[in-house]
């Protein structure tokens, strides 16, 4: 993917990359034989960045910022291994954290740069670049939704965070009731009742004891799913009143709904099931589709809101309706008699 979007120019720095991998894993190899585990790595990763350097096409670098994300997503994915492996030898549960964290960036990433790939985002570039005589930007009326639809992304982000917390401390649930919890709106978290729940827990065998800062924050991420739920309810409402239900932006935001209302079912099926693997495990995949839409609303937003000043009113509205066929308005003049008739 570095390759493709970097053109022909990626094929050298590609080429130093992988050749330093290699030889720093020999050296490992060599120098430090109980590291064999880092420099087969290393030599593998070198190695696939090598054969990446070989591809021979002549194609063209991508427009900004395609090049760039590409050398991103190399160097996180790299990051990424290095984790996972480093997770797998040393047994630590803050490793697996930072691990699943990483995955969920970069799997925003590479959404980003399908979007910014896409046949509709280029037709939308064209557009813009077409009406566009200045590169003083102001603000669309509604346009201070994008801000919404980034805190709300952000929130959804933190809430996955919380998610790999809980799942890498090996606790099993820390809370077996849905919607109340231990019976109480909030449960009880002295040391007297952490161990009547421990007691309590069948799989106490199988899985380390609870804690009260891990019911409390089972209680967070609950209140959290709540807060996203209506802050998302919110942006979806707010996209079809300012957006025709044409708008990809309030499909998207409606989207976005549907996936946050199959993630609560999902949260509360994971409690009631028992943490049930194939439950648990789509749970956590509704949580990245969450975050990577909410991501690609915000992109979206920000890039498109914002027309260029000294453009007239009625190109603004030419713009901002193109946005309404997914396939892409390619014609000026179609776009205006839309608003117009808008």
């Given amino acids: 993917l570095t390759r ?38 290393l030599t593998g990763i070198g190695g696939v960045i090598l054969l990446a350097a070989l591809v021979w096409f002549r194609n ?25 492996g480093l997770r797998v030898v040393l047994f630590k549960d803050q490793i697996g954290i930072f ?29 813009e670049h077409r009406t566009s005589n200045s590169e003083h930007r ?10 919404v639809f980034l805190c709300t992304t952000a929130l959804i982000f933190f809430q996955l965070i919380l998610g790999a917390t809980m799942r890498h401390q090996h606790a099993g649930l820390s809370i077996r009731d849905f919607p109340l919890a231990y019976g109480k709106l909030w449960p009880a978290t ?3 009742s952490v161990a009547q729940y421990n007691e309590h827990r069948i799989e106490i065998t199988n899985f380390n004891p609870i804690t009260a800062f891990q019911i409390e924050l089972q209680m967070v991420h609950r ?35 549907g996936l946050i209302f199959c ?42 809101s914002q027309p260029v000043a000294g453009v007239s009113p009625a190109t603004t509205v030419s713009k901002q309706q193109s946005l309404v066929n997914l396939n892409g308005v390619t014609d000026i003049g179609t776009a205006g008699k839309m608003s117009a008739t808008r």
């Fill in 99 to 127: 691990h699943a964290t990483l995955a969920q960036l970069f799997f925003v990433l590479l959404c980003a740069i399908a979007l910014f790939t896409s046949k509709w985002w280029l037709q939308l570039r064209n557009i």
């Fill in 190 to 192: 002295d040391a007297a």
């Fill in 223 to 257: 209140i959290i799913a709540v807060l996203i739920l209506c802050a998302v309810a919110f942006c979806a409402w707010q996209a079809v009143r300012k957006f025709s239900w044409r708008d990809p932006i309030t499909k998207l935001a409606s989207f976005w709904l």
């Fill in 263 to 304: 993630q609560v079912a999902l949260g509360a099926a994971t409690v009631l099931s028992d943490k049930a693997a194939d439950i648990a495990t789509l749970h956590v995949l509704v949580g990245a589709l969450s975050l990577a839409t909410g991501a690609l609303i915000s992109i979206i937003a920000f890039h498109f």
């Fill in 4 to 41: 493709w979007l970097g053109g022909r120019e990626s094929r050298r720095p590609l080429a130093i990359v992988g050749t330093a991998e290699v030889l720093a894993g020999i050296a490992i190899f060599i120098f430090f034989p109980d590291q064999k585990a880092t420099g087969g790595f």
């Fill in 60 to 84: 063209k670098k991508s427009a900004a910022p395609l090049s760039t994300l590409g050398w991103l997503a190399l160097m996180l994915v790299q990051v990424q291994g290095l984790l996972g």
């Fill in 138 to 147: 102001m603000d669309l009326p509604g346009s201070g939704l994008r801000t």
